[in-house]
């Protein structure tokens, strides 16, 4: 018993090991991620209810249309109520003609929804464990960030890789990561984000979801930092 115990450790802690890929597209080291945030349960209903919040909270709720009494116009009677053989009217800016109101038209209003802090957090690390089990998680080394600075440089190591065309997040830290930023942004398919704002959403969007190692120590300084107050 005790040793099939060691067993199953040892398995859970190998499926947190990634490998760091470098500026060749092979290994460069193991990497060794986080339980807390890349081995927790999947939880498909909190995540469910973060991607509703997350998309609900993108729309603007701007759109809005003019009623009869709101539309500018002649008010005054379109034709006679009698004796022309017609139906009976008393407002060109009734719905039924061009140019008149619109019926329940939408209106500016708030989709906002909320969502508490603790939260979104198990949603980003379920996402993040699940992205882990699928296999879809990867790793670039830091000489990305120094010796990338070119789109042809990195749209030439996508193509070695086989990810050419594909869509996948590219997980960046936000002030080292400038220069990579500004090469892998026209290339299609490649969705970049900062390590501080990744959230649940964005971490289940694309094929693949690729962190720069840097940008790992990014995600643990701010979740990890105060674990447990």
Known sequence: MVEEKKLNKNREKNKLKVE??????KKAETLALPEEIFGQKENKVLVAQYVRVYLANQRAGTASTKTRSEVAGSTRKIWPQKRMGRARHGDIKANIFVGGGIVFGPKPRDFNLKINKKQKRKALFSALSSRLAQKTVFVLSDDFLKKISKT????GFLSKMGWSGDKMVLVLPAQEGLKLRLAARNIPGLILENAANLNAYTALLGKRLVFVKKSLEVLQQ???KNEGK
Not at 20 to 25: C, N, P, R, T
Not at 152 to 155: D, I, P, Q, T, V
């Open 20 to 25: 760091v890929i470098g500026l060749d597209g």
């Open 152 to 155: 042809k440089e990195f749209a």
């Open 222 to 224: 701010i979740y990890l």
